[in-house]
Nanobody, 126 residues
Framework: QVQLVESGGGRVQAGGSLRLSCAASGGTISNDAMAWFRQAPGKEREFVAA????????PYANSVKGRFTISRDNARNTGALQMNSLKAEDTAVYYC???????????????????WGQGTQVTVSS
């Protein structure tokens, strides 16, 4: 059973940067897409970014496009989310996910992901 563990969350001032990491264990995710979702207090979980197994397809939510960059290292069984120019509205618990969406256009759909991490808190103060 694949397990995902996020790290790198914390508190940062608006305009700052954080880099989240996602480490997989118990199996390889090199053939899986990876994604990041987030959930703010009182809100539903929302899609942030995803990356196909090959790394060639990387959709982003409009709210983070140009500020966040998703990446993966299949050799190390890890993924990452570089977050720059952070805003107060980016405050949320960030979750890493891995799975095999049936089509690239499904990369942003939470139901396509089988494995989930426990989440890491990101707090951006204005």
């Amino acid at each position: 059973q694949v397990q995902l563990v996020e790290s790198g969350g914390g508190r940062v001032q608006a305009g700052g940067s954080l880099r989240l990491s996602c480490a997989a264990s118990g199996g390889t995710i090199s053939n899986d897409a990876m994604a990041w979702f987030r959930q703010a207090p009182g809100k539903e979980r929302e899609f942030v970014a995803a990356i196909s197994w090959s790394g060639y397809t990387t959709p982003y939510a409009n709210s983070v496009k140009g500020r966040f960059t998703i990446s993966r290292d299949n050799a190390r069984n890890t993924g990452a989310l570089q977050m720059n120019s952070l805003k107060a509205e980016d405050t949320a618990v960030y979750y890493c996910a891995a799975g095999r969406p049936t089509r690239d256009y499904r990369l942003g759909h939470a139901l396509e992901y089988k494995y989930w991490g426990q989440g890491t808190q990101v707090t951006v103060s204005s």
